[in-house]
């Protein structure tokens, strides 16, 4: 371990995979070390013997649910939007072709008691549940307002002006009732919060874009997932990166982070032997997670937690129509929450469980000391149980940007149950690393699913 690196990568989470990849492809020279001997760190997927030996170390599986390879249930459960970022990274990289992916069956949204689908075209409103016929009308013109806007002609703009007005301002001008702006801006929008409201409305155009288009691509709903799970991805980025030279080490312990006098970056510690690099990128694990380390220098603090909890059923969930995957909001509003709780379901059809057996996983920011009961409008949603698995983690943040010391370290994965806040994480990340914004070459960004 006696060469010099341009970067060294803690951690084979997804962040970490996709930034290592994309350093590769630039022409870095990049080690990536992880303490575990499996890929994926906190976005790993595991076997069914994993799984009750990270949950219920004293107990093995039962032996109904099948064989242990048909199992990969993720830790991290999230889904690819279709015409989001991370479709564009993996096309831009030919990452595709290490990956299968199928489409999730189901967007749904809950509202007053009962999950339905989300609309996404005026059509769909026009037939939705969700609305009474009057806001119906209302909603239709709303997204025919959307769906027709032109940056360039004025006469499209119905006097709005999406880089100033605000939100709420153009949800006001059409109407809308509060129960329809919560599918709007979080089923569609997918925002975690109502702090978007007050903001210039044209990101949230963006969002409501993006999700009508990743529609349009395949159908039924916006997102698509590969098959295998989700761990399949941070392999498939390291298998880029060691094309183009990136060199990995897994099952290494990292003892230290080595700083000179001044505090900046030198080298990881590994047992007697160091590794020299110019910059250091990391999941918050390896830098303390919340403990002062040397010199008493707090590298993340804890922002937050998430709980997680992960269900096994024998049956779809109902009320889906029987779909064999699904995603469902909970906006805040609907439970007198600050943010939403998010319901992902995939199953066999995926390759991720036996057949018959149906993985939900229910997730939400922790907003008090009772964090199992924060996630009981989703648990309610699921119908009989056959076995659950819950996890509370913290919510990790770096302290400094890192371009100071050549320290980078990244945040913990959020509770939404899509992509797109992990790649501008990812961004954001190699703006400071790599100092210049990350730009894509264009290749057509179609993943078949």
Request: charged share 25%; with cysteine; aromatic share 10%.
């Amino acid at each position: 371990m006696d060469e010099e690196y341009d970067v060294v990568v803690l951690g084979t989470g997804l962040t970490e995979c996709i930034l290592s990849g994309l350093l590769s492809v630039e022409g870095k020279k990049v080690l990536h070390m992880d303490r575990n001997d499996y890929y994926g760190g906190d976005s790993a997927s595991l076997n069914l013997t994993q799984l009750y030996r990270k949950f219920r170390p004293d107990q093995p599986p039962p032996s109904d649910l099948g064989r242990d390879r048909d199992y990969a249930i993720d830790l991290i459960p999230k889904f690819i939007i279709a015409s989001g970022e991370l479709t564009k990274i993996l096309v831009h990289t030919d990452v595709t072709r290490y990956l299968e992916f199928k489409q999730i069956a189901g967007s749904f949204v809950y509202r007053e008691g009962k999950i339905s689908k989300v609309p996404s075209t005026e059509m769909e409103a026009v037939t939705s549940p969700l609305m009474g016929l009057f806001e119906k009308r209302r909603a239709k013109k709303f997204f025919e307002f959307l769906q027709g806007w032109k940056d360039k002609d004025p006469a499209t703009h119905q006097g709005v002006d999406l880089d100033k007005d605000s939100m709420k301002s153009i949800y006001v001008k059409f109407g809308l009732e509060p129960g329809t702006q919560d599918f709007i801006g979080h089923a569609m929008a997918l925002y975690l919060d109502d702090d978007y409201i007050n903001k210039p409305a044209r990101p949230v155009y963006d969002r409501i874009m993006l999700y009508t288009s990743s529609m349009a691509r395949y159908g039924k709903s916006p997102y698509i997932y590969p098959l295998y799970g989700l761990g399949e991805l941070p392999q498939s980025f390291a298998r880029l990166s060691a094309i183009y030279g990136g060199t990995y080490m897994l099952d290494k312990t990292i003892d230290e982070i080595v700083t000179d006098s001044d505090g900046k970056f030198v080298g990881v510690r590994s047992g007697d032997e160091i590794v020299k690099a110019k910059q250091v990128i990391g999941d918050p694990s390896y830098f303390g997670a919340g403990q002062s380390n040397e010199g008493g220098k707090m590298r993340v603090v804890e922002e937050g937690k998430v709980i997680r909890a992960i269900y096994m059923l024998k049956h779809p969930i109902p009320g889906t129509e029987n779909a064999d995957s699904v995603q469902i909001i909970i906006p805040q509003n609907q439970v007198h929450r600050r943010n939403d709780i998010y319901v992902a379901m995939v199953s066999s059809t995926h390759n991720v469980c036996a057949k018959d057996i149906y993985i939900a996983i229910v997730s939400t920011i922790v907003e008090t000391d009772k964090p199992e009961l924060e996630i009981k409008p989703g648990r309610d949603l699921l119908g009989p149980i056959y076995d659950e698995f819950v996890s509370v983690t913290p919510l990790y943040t770096p302290t400094t940007t890192g371009t100071s010391d050549n320290i980078f370290v990244t945040r913990s994965y959020d509770a939404t149950s899509h992509f797109e806040t992990v790649v501008e994480e990812v961004q954001d990340v190699w703006k400071r690393v790599v100092g210049k914004d990350l730009v894509l070459k264009k290749r057509e960004d179609e993943v078949d699913a």
